[in-house]
Every structure is written in C-alpha cells, then in structure tokens.
C-alpha cells in the first residue's frame, strides 16, 4: 500500500513568513508533485520532481520553489508567505512508467492559512 | 484559458440509477486521461484511466468512455452508491503535463 505523508494537515502562518511543507513517500516512487486545490479551480500543478534533485515548474511556480535532496522526500517552501497562498496543498508521487501520464497517490492535504 | 473542463460542478442521482460525469479537453496533445476521487479532507484517489488509443474503460461499476473526435471523456458509474458521494477530478495527460479539471461534486441520494 502507497504511503503519502505530508508533515501537517492543518498550518496557519503569518504574511512574510518562510512556510515549509514536507511530504514523504514509502513506495520508492521517482515522481513527486505539489499541487494546490482552491474552490473553483480545482487541482493546480505547482512543481513537480523527476529525481533527486531534479525539479520541473508546474503551471503556477510563482511564490513557491522546492527541494528534493532524498528520493522519498519532496519540500515545498514559500519563501514569504502572502495571504494568497492560503489553500490546500496536495502532494503526490508516481512511479516513473509512464512519468507524468502515471497514477497519482496523493497525501492527505496541509491547509495552510496565512494571516 | 481552460485546457480540461469539467461543466457541472455538481450532480444528484438517486441511489442504483446510473452517474455520468463528463469532461472535455481542448489539447490535442493530451494523450492519457485519469480520474480521481475525493472526499472531504482526504487527498484524491486514482479511479480508472483510459489511453488515447482506447475509447472505452471499464472496472467493475466504473467505465471512461473517450470519444477523441468530440475531445469529450466521461465516467460512468452504475449503479451509484452512497458511498460513490464524493468530488470527482478529471485529469488530462501529456508528456510533462497534466492538468486537472475544477471536479464535480456527486451526490448520491437515497
């Protein structure tokens, strides 16, 4: 069974603040993806990684970056949080078959606020 | 400028009838779709996929058809359950990338 753990379901952080999300997978999976889901816009591709140390922008990098030191840990940081990050943030990870066209197995979500 | 639409944001079927959700593309280069499932404060699930060469995908009570001409895909779900109440995410594929659709929630009513 795939195992996706994200460090917190629920976060609130203060305007300017360095926020980091951690996710983890037990699966040795190569993909890992951070999406972002809002009302209204469904699911949003913020980064993606390929392997360690790889990264690839998704549709909406802008405010974020990532890091991706060991295979089964995929971060995301937001260098300085601003209100419009408030949201709930998906990670993911796929094995790499098929790269980005693989089933997803997504961790339980982090809600972050930002005040 | 939306690549996957889903139009329906939300659907009621009655419990043992058939659910249809629908979804269109506007990509050409999308050449693999999924579907995933969500329920309220758990991350999405993988449901069923269908490759570009296919038009139709089954498993168990879960079918995607995909009519490529009409850039259309739909998830079919008979019979519905309750447990089938949840937010339903459709998600097109290329070769790096993947777009989700805005997901519509499907009530089952008993």
């Known amino acids: 069974d795939v195992k996706v753990t994200q460090s917190s379901r629920y976060l609130v952080k203060r305007t300017g603040e360095k926020v980091f999300l951690e996710c983890v997978q037990d699966m040795d999976h190569e993909n890992m993806f951070w999406y972002r889901q809002d009302p209204g816009l469904g699911l949003r591709l913020i980064y993606f990684?390929?392997?360690?140390?790889?990264?690839e922008k998704g549709d909406i990098p802008e405010g974020y970056s990532v890091s991706r030191e060991k295979k089964e840990r995929f971060s995301l940081i937001l260098e300085s949080a601003s209100t419009n990050q408030t949201s709930m943030y998906l990670c993911?990870?796929?094995?790499?078959?098929?790269?980005?066209?693989?089933?997803?197995?997504f961790g339980p979500g982090t809600r972050l606020t930002v005040l | 400028d939306q690549q996957v639409k889903q139009n329906s944001p939300s659907l009621s079927v009655q419990e043992g009838r058939i659910s249809i959700l629908n979804c269109d593309y506007t990509n050409s280069m999308f050449d693999y779709f999924l579907w995933y499932k969500k329920y309220p404060a758990e991350g999405p699930t993988f449901l069923i996929s269908i490759s570009s060469i296919k038009d139709k995908n089954e498993d168990g009570r879960f079918t995607v058809f995909l009519n490529k001409s009409a850039k259309h895909l739909s998830l079919h779900i008979v019979p519905s359950q309750p447990g089938d109440s949840a937010v339903y995410f459709c998600?097109?594929?290329?070769?790096?990338?993947?777009?989700f659709g805005k997901g519509t929630r499907l009530h089952i009513l008993p």
């Open positions: 990684s390929y392997d360690v140390k790889m990264k």
């Open positions: 993911a990870s796929s094995v790499t078959l098929r790269g980005i066209r693989d089933t997803q197995y």
């Open positions: 998600a097109a594929s290329a070769d790096d990338k993947i777009i």
